[in-house]
């Protein structure tokens, strides 16, 4: 199924980018909905429209990929058919989406095809491929749609009998008095197979960011409503509350979800805390009692001991550092009670099923050890999940912003270290000994940690010589061998595919290509400060490190260079020199040196005529904090120094900063880092 998305997805992108001189259609949703002779898919496959309509549900609600998605819906027309999913491939076009905001979108129109088990017919979903520039926000609040109420019956999915239904897809509805008789849980979303009053099956498919962890009711629970838009996949109709003011409770036993242990590895000097959401769908009800029942090693009787009241409904339990030895395996389920007697177990069929959690003492090994993979063709790390710890040498600290994702490397090789919680600024060259978890995130070694006590500084390091590659070292199966480590391809030039050069704020993903003919993928990320200065002249030297991005087994492909930060781009001398007439032509804004820096940094800058420069530093809010320059310069090529502070004489704080430099009618921006 997911390699019949990736297609599905890579035959509308193609699609989108072929629009330039396509013919654009203006018409409704309820237009484009119209199915086709079969019932299910649109007739305007393919046509690029121009739409509009109201958001139902915004963006962050759902899984996109690496894109965004939102729900939209015309006021005008329906509400039969008048809902549709609207997708950016990018995610970079639009703010962040509401119910009620007013979009307009230029989009392609396509479908989702979902290929069901023998016997079944094929279901497909209505989806719009926005275009670049595809995209209009028009402010002010609207009104929601008043929801669609859906009979008993008429989105029944025992044995697809719902498949004559397409005029809800998408539609914002609302269900009223459903039964949840079975549930389905998954690592991220929760399918409830309800009955409604006349006991016909309905689905209830609860999947949106904005409601914690996986949402799981009990048996029995009785619902008053539900309100969200219709997914249809999987085979059937399902509702897709967005909030959980979306659900309405009318009855039942207490709703225990979000259940879980942090860390998800453990070590044995961690603090293990044990969380978990209760409450009690009973107007007027209240929990009674609130118990974790656990034991350490799958034998003997679980000890029962009562959970700790944080707020609202949230409840914990801590297991203290020295509690566990290696190897040790927590066992562990949630039982809670309501002031009705009614009772309720997470996991639902608990004590024979439980959560288990394995407790681990790490390794102190190489990098190459860590990640070493002795069952090819697998290309996943044989100690996967297991707590080790590695020291090496930062070689790359820019692939963060607000979290920590950097690299380091040692003479066996090298590695990514993710840390979601906060941003480490460590300086490449530094030594870092590293405890955590060995991961595997598309194809790339990871070390993930979960304490910043667990990454500590050494100091200076000895940097590793850099790798001298060719393209062809980067192709399938034979990148392998390099990833993590830092690399120079020399003598390259740069090709704007399937990306062009980024603008600030963007990545690219791009094209190297060397005299030969042979070719390599480059990544250029947009928490470096590579982004937004002028695209280099080819030839180039490029420097990096060697990283991948493969979202399927057997992870053997899509390896590529990605450059740390804009000095990492040489251009080569080629013989051919222009007349110097020693005066700059325009005026022009150059990168800062070094960068990243700490604590002074040199920015460029040429004028082409005397006249007033102004160059400021703002930090990532837009404030300002330094006026670095205001005066009147002379033509010619100049260089002013920044020491790290403010207006006011103070160090500024580690982090992401821009640099502005205006002079007539010119303007222009770059991206400097401070490290400290």
């Known amino acids: 199924m997911q390699k019949m998305m990736l297609l599905l997805i890579a035959v509308a992108l193609l699609s989108v980018g072929t629009t330039a001189n396509a013919e654009i259609f203006e018409i409704s ?81 396509s479908e989702y095809l979902w290929t069901p088990e023998p016997g079944y017919d094929p279901v497909s979903h209505t989806e719009l491929f926005i275009i670049p520039e595809g995209f209009t926000y028009f402010p002010g609040i609207h009104p929601e749609p008043e929801p669609l109420l859906i009979p008993d ?11 004559n239904s397409e005029e809800y897809e998408s539609v914002l509805c609302t269900k009223y008095g459903l039964t949840v008789d079975t549930v389905y849980e998954y690592s991220s979303v929760c399918s409830w197979e309800c009955y409604d009053s006349s006991g016909c099956m309905f689905m209830v498919r609860e999947a949106s960011d904005s409601i914690e962890g996986v949402f799981s009711p009990p048996i029995g629970t009785v619902l008053n409503h539900v309100t969200g838009v219709i997914y249809h996949r999987f085979g059937y109709f399902q509702l897709q509350p967005r909030y959980m003011r979306d659900i309405e409770f009318a009855s039942g036993a207490p709703i225990i979800s979000q259940t879980q242990s942090w860390p998800p590895y453990p070590m044995v000097d961690d603090t293990v805390t044990v969380t ?39 409840y914990y339990y801590i297991f203290e550092p020295g509690t566990f030895e290696d190897g040790d395996e927590l066992n562990y389920y949630i039982y809670a009670s309501d002031v009705d ?17 394995l407790i681990q ?21 044989d100690r996967l999940h297991d707590a080790v710890t590695v020291t090496g040498v930062v070689t790359a600290n820019t692939f963060g912003s607000d979290y920590t994702n950097i690299y380091i490397q040692d003479e066996t090789a090298g590695i990514n270290v993710y840390y979601g919680e906060t941003f480490l600024t460590t300086p490449v060259g530094n030594s870092l000994t590293v405890t955590g978890i060995v991961d595997h995130y598309n194809g790339k070694n990871q070390i993930i940690v979960y304490h910043e006590d667990k990454i500590e500084d050494n100091g200076l390091g000895t940097m ?100 740390r930060q804009y000095s990492d781009f040489v251009e080569v001398e080629t013989g051919i020199t222009e007349q110097d007439d020693n005066l700059p032509d325009c005026f022009a804004l150059g990168g800062n040196y070094p960068n990243p820096f700490n604590p002074t940094t040199s920015i460029t800058f040429a004028a082409p005529y005397s006249g007033v420069v102004k160059i400021d530093i703002y930090d990532l809010m837009g404030r300002r904090v330094k006026k670095l320059l205001s005066d009147n310069i002379a033509a010619g090529y100049h260089e002013i120094f920044w020491d790290g502070r403010n207006d006011n004489g103070d160090e500024v704080a580690s982090g992401i900063y821009f640099y502005r430099m205006r002079a007539d009618d010119f303007s222009a921006v770059k991206k ?5």
Not at 77 to 95: N, S
Not at 153 to 163: I, M, N
Not at 496 to 501: A, G, H, K, L, V
């Open 29 to 109: 949703i309820c237009e484009l909905q119209q199915p086709d002779e079969a019932g299910d898919s649109s007739m305007w496959i393919g046509d690029t429209v121009r739409t509009r309509g109201v958001v139902t549900a915004g963006t962050g609600l759902y899984y996109a990929g690496g894109g965004e998605t939102f729900y939209m819906q015309d006021t005008d027309c329906g509400p039969e058919f008048a809902g549709v999913m609207a997708y950016d491939p990018t995610g970079a076009q639009f703010p962040e989406l509401f119910p009620g905001d007013s979009v307009e979108v230029v989009a392609v129109v």
């Open 153 to 163: 019956c008429v989105l029944d999915s025992t044995g697809g009998q719902d498949e």
């Open 276 to 314: 978990t959401q209760i409450f009690d769908p009973d107007e007027g009800g209240g929990i009674d009692e609130a118990t974790i029942f656990y034991r350490i090693n799958p034998t003997g009787d679980f000890i029962d001991w009562p959970l700790e009241w944080e707020s609202d409904d949230r």
């Open 341 to 357: 007697g009614e009772s309720a177990y997470d996991p639902q069929q608990a004590p024979i099923s439980y959560k288990q959690v």
């Open 361 to 381: 003492q790490p390794d102190t090994v190489s990098i190459g050890e860590a990640i070493v993979d002795n069952e090819e063709p697998y290309y996943e790390p």
């Open 464 to 563: 590793p010589d850099t790798l001298e590659l060719f393209c062809t070292d980067l192709a399938d199966s034979i990148g392998e061998q390099y990833e993590g480590l830092l690399a120079v391809v020399e003598n390259v030039t740069l090709i704007p595919e399937p990306d062009p050069w980024p603008e600030l704020g963007f990545s690219a993903n791009m094209t190297i290509e060397d005299g030969d003919g042979n070719r390599a993928s480059i990544r250029i990320d947009r928490n470096t400060d590579i982004d937004g200065q002028n695209e280099p002249a080819s030839p180039l030297n490029i420097t990096g490190i060697i990283s991948q991005f493969d979202e399927e087994a057997p992870y053997d492909s899509n390896y590529q260079l990605m450059p």
């Open 672 to 676: 400097m880092t401070v490290l400290k």
